[in-house]
């Protein structure tokens, strides 16, 4: 079983910077196809990915969000960060971290984040 705890969230403004940290129960990056990442759900919308880190250290970044948004990880390997830089509007969402640990999928329970013009 692994437990993702997320936090960080809550109001920013247009071109402002917000930080999301989520820590896991267990290190995750000691096995290179694990991974630990961000998702988003606006209201109305569909769950979206947001950027993911593997233990192989490749990153993805949806296109909206690349060049603005930075996720990285701290030793132990146990805790990734997303550093969110010039948020939009269009950025207010539901913030879920997600992670594939050995071949399970897991959820944290999400932190709100939003973003006024």
């Known amino acids: 079983q692994l437990e993702l705890v997320e936090s960080g969230g809550g109001l920013g403004q247009a071109g402002g910077s917000l930080r999301l940290s989520c820590v896991a129960s267990r290190n995750i990056f000691t096995f290179i196809s694990n991974d630990m990442g961000w998702y988003r759900q606006a209201p109305g919308k569909e769950r979206e990915l947001v950027a993911t880190l593997t233990g192989g250290n490749r990153t993805n970044y949806e296109d909206s969000v690349r060049g603005r948004f930075t996720i990285s990880r701290l030793n132990p390997k146990n805790t990734v960060y997303l550093q969110m830089d010039n948020l939009k509007p269009e950025d207010t ?16 329970r999400g932190t709100q984040v939003t973003v006024s013009s």
């Open 93 to 108: 969402a539901v913030y879920y971290c997600r992670s594939l640990y050995y071949g399970r999928i897991y959820w944290g």
